[in-house]
């Protein structure tokens, strides 16, 4: 009888991953991760004002990269911050000026209509003294055109209440006289006055009564 022998069927040998292929492993990502931080830094450092000669190590550069991003990053708030200031200052500027020209306009306007003034008081005094009624329809006329324009300007007449007080923003007394009207209160008028919304271009001109004489 014959002994049976098993034959053993060895398996292929496991392959073992030495420890030096994993240092191997890790020093090339160790240096890959290196070689970035060194270009980056190299691109921040650069970029600022002081070079570093001192050899760093890794965490030192990566806290100068940080630290480079973090002053780039205030720079450029400091420089929008700027710019916005100067864009108001612009505006500001722009309105002032353009106030200031419609400010000029409007006295260049009102230096024109004193003279209207001037020549609407003359032509009522003219009418006063002409009986011709010819002229006087004239005169009216052109008084009438003069005060459209007055109005079309948004110019009022400032015209004083005979027996009424006075206001020292729209009356100038020339005089004080004996009269009919109560004492301190407006007996004639010599001149109306001109007003454009709340500004007096011309104050009236009046005289006031110091009431009537004792006899």
């Known amino acids: 009888m014959g002994s049976n022998k098993v034959d053993k069927i060895n398996d292929p040998p496991e392959e ?10 890790q020093d090339s990502e160790l240096e890959f991760l290196s070689m970035s931080i060194n270009e980056l830094f ?36 400091e420089l929008d911050s700027m710019v916005k200031r100067a864009h108001a200052d612009h505006q500001n500027y722009k309105k002032r000026k353009e106030s200031q020209i419609e400010l000029n306009k409007k ?6 209509l ?5 020549l609407r008081d003359s032509l009522n005094i003219l009418l006063d003294q ?35 007080g006075i206001d020292p923003n729209l009356h100038e007394v020339l005089s004080h006289t004996q009269g009919i009207q109560n004492p301190d209160t407006i007996e004639s008028i010599i001149r109306v ?12 001109q009046v005289i006031v009564s110091s009431g009537g004489s004792d006899k």
Not at 16 to 25: F, G, H, N, V
Not at 107 to 112: D, K, L, T
Not at 196 to 203: F, H, Y
């Open 130 to 164: 002409n009986q011709d009624e010819s002229n006087l329809s004239g005169i009216n006329a052109i008084i009438s055109n003069l005060d459209s324009i007055l109005f079309s300007e948004n110019i009022s007449l400032i015209i004083p209440e005979i027996g009424g």
């Open 42 to 77: 190299e691109k921040t450092s650069n970029s600022s004002e002081t070079s570093i000669s001192i050899p760093l190590s890794n965490s030192q550069k990566l806290d100068a990269i940080s630290f480079s991003i973090d002053d780039s990053n205030n720079n450029m708030l």
């Open 193 to 204: 006055g001109y007003m454009s919304e709340a500004k007096i271009l011309r104050p009236a």
């Open 16 to 25: 073992e991953i030495s420890p030096e292929s994993d240092i191997l492993d």
């Open 107 to 112: 006295r260049v306007v009102e230096s024109i």
């Open 114 to 118: 004193v003279k209207l003034f001037d």
